[in-house]
């Protein structure tokens, strides 16, 4: 495994990152079977990775949970992990039971250590923005968490980037903690983070950790043009039904020939594409099966050239849609 800094932090995480969506039962096509679950972080452990993500919302706190049990149970040190989840999503009815104020961040902060099993959080990140809460309240919330020992290092995740850059603004004026990460749905067909929170990050040095990283199983190749999907997740989420396009295609065609001349899988490729991008410091991938997360890590080992970095590229022109911020 190789690692890197997160932003202009000195916190060192695995290349890639364990995203931990998948395990519970929020949704039919997640892993309901808890020792699948755990066979699958153990594995993550044994080839290096030691960033791990998931969030309060994923299954309401099963993941947490899941997680948390595994890595209690793990010979690695939990000095060396690096363990991040996220706060905003609705965990109760009734009043106060989502977003971003005071009461609901220190309150939800608690309950996802309780549920982890730990006495720290490394990297706690806002889910989304709260335009119901000034930022300057939810920014004053994380100060405590940090003071207090709870919480090592605040990001965020999915956002516009003006939002981010008044969040960072805020943030430098009052003397809060700043956000040294961005989560943002990026990958070789959903580029509208080029043209809107890549280069607020690079100038101001935040890390990135792409989310959907294979599109949602777009990018593994699983999919045919001329096929419809009769089942699983592509046959009913309207998330994956906007990749079905004549571009994202013929991204996944120069992805296959590509994979085909380094003998290495769509997935590879595709993972490959983001870890030569300097801005990027870890994707979060969501294996479902020890098989799937073996095949991720082989793209630590797929070397491309400029001129394939280039026309995997070319077919996309990247542009932001704001409604995209609400996925």
């Not at 706190?61 to 010979?75: M, P, R, T, V, Y």
């Not at 309150?107 to 923005?129: F, V």
């Not at 003397?175 to 280069?199: G, I, K, T």
């Not at 950790?209 to 009769?230: I, N």
Request: hydrophobic content about 40%; aromatic content about 6%.
């Amino acid at each position: 495994m190789e690692y890197t800094r997160l932003g202009e932090t000195g916190l060192e995480v695995s290349r890639l990152c364990l995203g931990c969506m998948n395990f519970g039962t929020g949704q039919p096509w997640m892993v309901h079977d808890r020792e699948q679950s755990r066979a699958v972080i153990d594995r993550a452990l044994e080839l290096g990775i030691n960033f791990f993500d998931t969030a309060n919302v994923y299954s309401h706190g099963e993941s947490e949970e899941i997680l948390g049990s595994a890595l209690a149970d793990a010979d690695r040190s939990r000095a060396e992990l690096v363990v991040a989840t996220k706060v905003y999503g609705r965990m109760h009815e009734g009043p106060n039971g989502e977003g971003l104020s005071r009461k609901h961040v220190l309150e939800q902060a608690d309950a996802s250590l309780e549920r982890l099993g730990t006495d720290y959080i490394d990297l706690y990140q806002i889910h989304r923005w709260d335009d119901g809460t000034p930022i300057e309240e939810t920014l004053s919330a994380l100060d405590r968490l940090v003071d207090d020992g709870r919480v090592r290092y605040v990001g965020a995740s999915t956002m516009p980037a003006w939002k981010l850059m008044k969040a960072l603004s805020r943030a430098d004026v009052g003397n809060h903690e700043r956000f040294v990460s961005m989560q943002c749905e990026y990958n070789l067909v959903d580029r509208h983070e080029e043209a809107n929170a890549l280069p607020l990050c690079a100038d101001q040095d935040i890390g990135v950790v792409p989310w959907s990283p294979l599109a949602g199983g777009f990018l593994t190749g699983k999919y045919e043009r001329d096929e419809d999907p009769d089942s699983g997740r592509a046959a009913t989420d309207e998330f994956m039904a906007k990749r079905f396009t004549d571009e994202n295609w013929a991204v996944l065609e120069r992805v296959r020939d590509i994979a085909d001349a380094h003998d290495a899988t769509p997935a590879q490729v595709a993972l490959a594409w983001l870890l030569h991008n300097d801005i990027v410091d870890a994707p979060i991938v969501g294996p479902r099966t020890i098989e799937h997360l073996e095949d991720d890590a082989g793209a630590l080992a797929v070397d491309l050239s400029d001129g394939e970095l280039e026309r995997l590229a070319d077919p996309i022109t990247p542009v932001w849609n704001p409604a995209i911020g609400d996925v």
